[in-house]
């Protein structure tokens, strides 16, 4: 049995028939007979409006209470996500940075992560149900909220794999894995089936951004292996693996 995480961005979860498809695919990961653990964006443009929002009132609000604001758009996510899967019939939790144990430094808006104690994560997972993790934020010292950065979840999902034993953590977008260039704009851009990390971390140094900088580094530091894919398509789309790693053994390539 495979301990798989599944990391799914704001864009695969805009709207309820998103989320009801996206409860579809991870409840067909978990009846192939593996464990799944998922971390959820907010939805869509979410993050932007709650940010849009608060500019509204404060044009230099108290970090400490924007970060309490934008923790709240993966709360969304994460529990219309767990009824999805309910409503189809499987069984799944939710749980906040808190409560699933990601404690971060005091940085607010840019938190690194210090420690992911995932108790309660291993707990549903050992139970046989799906756990749904609020993506971007974790804790600090003062048991106050905090959040990673822009596009954080994918950090948070490398984090949890590693912190899990997870054996493969699979990066859900639009697009179906990362491209010679971004194939929404040049269309003779190609998928890149397999990359190494440093390759990865070039592209994002030169602007190009398929996955969060810091996601990527942990990965390496940890060697999980990752599958960029779209949660649109059942296409195979890229897998970075560590040396000596043969791709083909790992798992949910299909
Ligand atoms: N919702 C957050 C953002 O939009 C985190 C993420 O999407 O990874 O930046
Ligand atoms: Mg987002």
Sequence with gaps: MALIVQKYGGSSVADTDSIKRVAKRIIETKKKGNKVAVVV????????????????IDGNPPEREMDMLMTAGERISMSLLAMAIHAAG?????FTGQQAGFL???????AHIKAVRPKRVEQVLDEGEVAIVAGFQGINEDGDPTTLGRGGSDTSAVALAVALGADICEIYTDVDGIFTADPRIV???????????????EMASCGSKVLALRCVEYA???DMPLHVRSSFSHRPGTLVVPEGVDPRTLPNLD
């Design 104 to 110: 971060t430094d005091a940085r607010y808006g840019a």
């Design 220 to 222: 390496q530091r940890f």
């Design 187 to 201: 269309p003779t851009a190609r998928r890149i089936p397999f990359i190494d990390y440093d390759s990865i971390l």
């Design 90 to 94: 499987s069984k799944a939790h939710s």
């Design 41 to 56: 964006s907010a939805m869509g443009d979410t993050t932007d409006d709650l940010i849009d929002q608060a500019m509204s």
